[in-house]
């Protein structure tokens, strides 16, 4: 699935903090493209934030680097976990028009019915 994107006239995209700005101004729209996991790195993680930190432009494409804080709670300030991880993603540019192909995570459901 083609997702789509117009960078607003105002914002510069040779300006790479213009444009880092716009994207972290607008990070809810691009969250899910990430694919972001957390339980990855724990089962109860969840994610704290997410945010850009490095855009790379050239003629055909914007590439996003992007960071996210996760947590996870076990009720017990010492067994508490927290951390960060990053991810990249590039989109294709044609002007000011941006796309990706989304392809989301498939979640496989745990079924312990079959693991006795």
Do not use: Q
């Not at 990053?86 to 979640?107: C, L, Q, T």
Request: charge should be negative; aromatic fraction near 14%.
């Amino acid at each position: 699935m083609i997702k789509s994107y117009t960078i607003p006239s105002d914002i510069t995209i040779e300006d790479k903090s213009d444009l880092l700005k716009w994207f972290n101004d607008d990070i809810d729209y691009f969250i899910e493209l990430f694919n972001i996991d957390p339980e990855i790195h724990d089962r109860r993680a969840t994610v704290d934030e997410v945010y850009i930190t490095e855009v790379e432009v050239s003629d055909c494409s914007i590439a996003v680097t992007y960071a996210y804080n996760w947590s996870a709670y076990y009720g017990c300030r010492d067994m508490n976990l927290c951390d960060s991880d990053y991810g990249r993603i590039a989109f294709r540019r044609i002007k000011n028009e941006i796309s990706y192909d989304y392809k989301p995570n498939k979640r496989i459901e745990r079924n312990t019915a079959d693991e006795l």
